[in-house]
């Protein structure tokens, strides 16, 4: 059984950030169900727009979108229904839109080859015992076990937002890491779904 400083379940924006940030620094695996690049498999069933913050997040990393990930049309302003006051606005908005299945596949392709990525896998079991987590996953056509000190998930399911993450990625992905006794916390607040391992 092999045991990795920080296991990440779920590589969408956050999960592919934080991967690429503690590339290098911890011995990480990563497990994702889509695939490495192409259409097959999982597939983010939503659209996505890119916010300003997220944008300035890019910028700072010194990244820049590729063309096929981003998608038309491009909107300058989004429209808002009150439907209890009876309104409609219009309001300026920098969004830039994008297509999320291009976009978290251009996330993944960022992740160092120093983190162990498994692509088109599926968890299975998640438990804390003796002071690890011991995570049972499949791929590659076998199962296989692990443990991490630390564990990261990015719960979609779990959050009560059902908008596109993008719009948040990345806020930024400062990680504190805080020492209380033997517990450390590593948390990434770039999403609704705040990343928190412990």
Known sequence: MEHFDVAIIGLGPAGSALARKLAGKMQVIALDKKHQCGTEGFSKP?????APDAQRSFIRDGLTLPVDVIANPQIFSVKTVDV????????????????RHAFDLWMKSLIPTSVEVYHDSLCRKIWREDD?????????????HITARYLGRCPMAQTRWCGDISTRIIKSVNMSLSSSGSRRNIRCRSTPASLIIR
Not at 46 to 50: A, S, V, Y
Not at 84 to 96: C, D, G, K, P
């Open 46 to 50: 939503c659209g996505g727009l890119l």
């Open 84 to 99: 209890a006051a009876s309104l409609t606005r219009n309001y300026q908005r920098s969004y830039i839109n994008i297509n």
């Open 132 to 144: 690890k987590w011991h995570v049972i996953f499949r791929a590659d056509g076998w199962e296989q």
